[in-house]
């Protein structure tokens, strides 16, 4: 999408300038790339939104709990007393429920105790680990918009240095000096947007995650 609004600004720009000499005139995507370092941050940052927000999708997909066939197969597992063959389930079937139900098995030995303790431990890493992506989103989004900020302020500057010598030139900079935070509005916007409802809905995951793994957990016997 941002390549697409690139190519569209470049072709805007080349159809408004007029014939003569001013057709010499940089081009607004070349000029854009005037701060490389702006423009690989933003690109740095768009990569890494990517890989937070992918997460977040799983995390938000958790609460699906899986399907109906798997949890009722789990609980037969558990019913018959298959224990290894649970926790190889639930190694298989990685999800929410199934790391605190996994984690109880692998401590059953210990007593109800110890299964507890290894919920509650699980519990507290897998809301910690939710949090920090929350967390990483709201700096990731800041941070694309300073990085833009910056970039806007280092090509406006770059267009009053040249509008002495070249005032064609100037203009296209003038204009490219906008690219760096549009794109920094497209990595952050949809940050704020997944963050908002990461932070929304998180709370509920955990408290249906924790209702569903007990029910199963309670048919394990310490």
């Known amino acids: 999408a941002t390549g697409a609004w690139w190519l569209l600004l470049v072709r805007q720009a080349w159809g408004e300038a007029p014939p003569g000499p001013i057709e010499e005139e940089a081009p607004l995507l070349a000029a854009a790339f005037e701060s490389p370092v702006v423009t690989l941050t933003l690109a740095l940052c768009a ?3 990517s890989y937070l927000i992918w997460g977040c999708i799983q995390t938000l997909a958790a609460a ?3 399907s109906a066939f798997d949890i009722v197969e789990l609980e037969k597992l ?3 007393k298959r224990y290894s063959e649970a926790a190889s389930f639930c190694e298989a079937r990685s999800r929410y ?3 605190l139900v996994g984690a109880a098995l692998n401590a059953a030995h210990g ?3 110890a299964m507890q303790l290894a919920v509650d431990t699980m519990i507290e890493t897998e809301e910690r680990r939710g949090m920090d992506r929350v967390h990483a989103l709201g700096t990731l989004a800041g941070v694309g918009l300073l990085v833009g900020l910056f970039g806007l302020s280092v090509n406006a500057f770059h267009a009053l240095a040249v509008l002495d010598q070249d005032r064609a030139l100037h203009l296209t900079l003038a204009r490219a000096s906008f690219l760096a935070p549009g794109f920094a509005c ?3 916007i949809p940050s704020f947007l997944m963050e908002a409802t990461y932070r929304r809905r998180l709370p509920q ?3 249906r995650v924790r209702h569903e793994a007990g029910r199963l957990i ?3 016997e310490g």
Request: proline fraction near 0%; hydrophobic fraction near 45%; charge should be positive.
């Open 47 to 49: 990569f890494y939104e």
């Open 64 to 66: 699906r709990m899986g």
């Open 78 to 80: 558990l019913d018959d």
């Open 97 to 99: 429920y199934t790391r």
């Open 111 to 113: 007593g109800k105790a």
């Open 186 to 188: 497209i990595v952050a």
């Open 205 to 207: 995951i955990h408290a």
């Open 218 to 220: 309670a048919r394990i």
